[in-house]
């Protein structure tokens, strides 16, 4: 049994096997070696083997290891390491479960691609041109198109923003005069373009009983327009150039609603007849009762009689009749009150904030010479003006399209 054990190899320490341990015996040195540590292997060490992370690496066997029928690890003191000898002897990897994960592994940002590219670019482009994106956007949408905005939404220069001079150069184009010419005579007052079509918001008082319309603009063209529809009952009316010139600079509405006491404002028109005028003040005071005529033909006895060449229109303020008698045919309207001086020839004109957005349409002036008993042609203004709110204005528009509620 023994024998038989001995020839079977199970025994490497035989005679025919050599040593189970070929690392341990001897080699030829010049220096002696420490009977205690085992000689260094008579190869060159494998390097170390790099793998990713949450992989285990399981060390192959020498004589004794996994391909000799072992247990996978090596038997000598340099267990695992190859000696050429069996191709298990080499070193293992076995992928062990993998780790739990630690987080998202960093990727190459993604290039926006579709509608959330179109969108981004909106917005940088917004952000960097700020106020001027609402008017370029809607410049896009059609000549007919009303410019419209939050007064926050500045139209002015930045360099010149909050600025009288700055309003006044950024709004004056959009700002016109107006003859009118009637069967009673002939007055003058201001108006404002609303679309690059032509399009313009006036009182109705300006061009009331009209039989001939002339604008001129604020480089001096003129033009002829017509009456488009008229609302007696808000004194607003709409009119058109004819054959209007391209080019046309359209007036950015603002937001009544946003206007508060204190606020600093600008009016641009033509008092007597002097185009393209001037003026500032403050917002005075809100939702003013102003009481105007609806009687066509009382505007019509006031050109006559007024003789100033600017247009006479009757109203009522304070239990008080000015520039003649309103008739028994009157509708009252809440204005914004300011100090902005206000003249004959304003009415039909913009009342514009500080970011060049147009917040009202002037429409009567408050004089101590201006009322029935005295011509109107010696009043002046005493700091007390009254604007339509432009938020009347924009929910006024469709039906003035449509001819207005005097059609």
Known sequence: MTESFRRSGEYPQGDDHGSAYPQQQSHPSSSPVNPEWPPPPAYQPAPPVHVEPGTTVWPGSGHGGAGNGGDGYGAGPYAGQPDGSDATGSTAAFAAPPAPPQGPAPTRPRRAKGPFALLAAVAIVAAAIGGGTAYGIQELTGNDTVASSSTSTSVVPTSQKGTVSGVAKAVSPSIVEISATSNAGSSTGSGVIITTGGEIITNNHVVSGASAIKVRLNNGKSYTASVVGTDSKKDLALIKLENAPSGLKRATLGDSAGVQVGDQVVAIGSPEGLTGTVTSGIVSALDRDVTVSTDESQGQQQQQGGGSGSEQWPFEFGGRQFNGDTGSSTTT????????????????????????????????????????????????????????????VKSDLASLRAGGSDS
């Open 333 to 392: 309207y809440k204005a914004l009150q300011t100090d902005a001086s206000l003249n004959p020839g304003n009415s039909g004109g913009a009342l514009i904030d500080m970011n060049g957005n147009i917040v009202g349409i002037n429409s009567a002036m408050y004089s101590a010479a201006s009322d029935s008993s005295s011509s109107s042609s010696s009043a002046g203004s005493v700091g007390l003006g009254f604007a339509i709110p432009i938020n009347t």
